[in-house]
């Protein structure tokens, strides 16, 4: 693939220039723009805007002047283009600086706890207990009471 194509008028055609075409095609594929030298490049679809497009011609119009960026010029001649990044991108606004999640509800940092004089065995019963307490509290919360028919012991 050659990265520069001389045209008609001795107009450097090069990978990453922006120019401006004028729309002369539009299918449900992409766009057919002729930009300068009378050359012909091709937009695709996904190519034509910042966001999905579904339909092309709501972005763009046979005859309209546009702005694309040179994406690339095969050895055939052929030159794909792109709408999207010939504009220039929206400036995001900076994100705030936020504490680092701890992943707890209350906000609280973890802390890793040293379990050194442990043996595995130990700290198995531990995290077994520990889980068998939050499980047996989830189960209280979560439990319906009825209210007012109880079933009398037989």
């Keep these: 693939m050659s990265k520069i194509e001389e045209d008609n008028l001795g107009m450097q055609l090069e990978v990453g ?44 119009k046979e005859n309209q002047l546009i702005k694309v960026k040179v994406l690339s010029i095969g050895d055939d001649g052929k030159v794909s283009l792109s709408i999207k990044r010939a504009m220039e991108r929206p400036v995001r606004p900076k994100k705030v600086a936020q504490a680092p999640f701890s992943g707890r509800p209350d906000g609280a940092e973890w802390t890793a706890r040293r379990n050194d004089n442990l043996s595995f065995e130990d700290m198995m019963l531990k995290f077994k207990q520990t889980s068998d307490d939050k499980f047996s509290d989830l189960k209280r919360k979560n439990t319906v009471v009825k209210r007012g028919k109880r079933s009398a012991a037989k």
């Design 17 to 60: 220039v922006v120019v401006e075409g004028k729309v002369t095609g539009i299918t449900n594929f992409g766009v057919f723009v002729e930009i300068p030298g009378g050359k012909t490049g091709m937009v695709h679809i996904s190519e034509v805007a910042q966001t999905y497009v579904n339909e092309i011609r709501e972005h763009v």
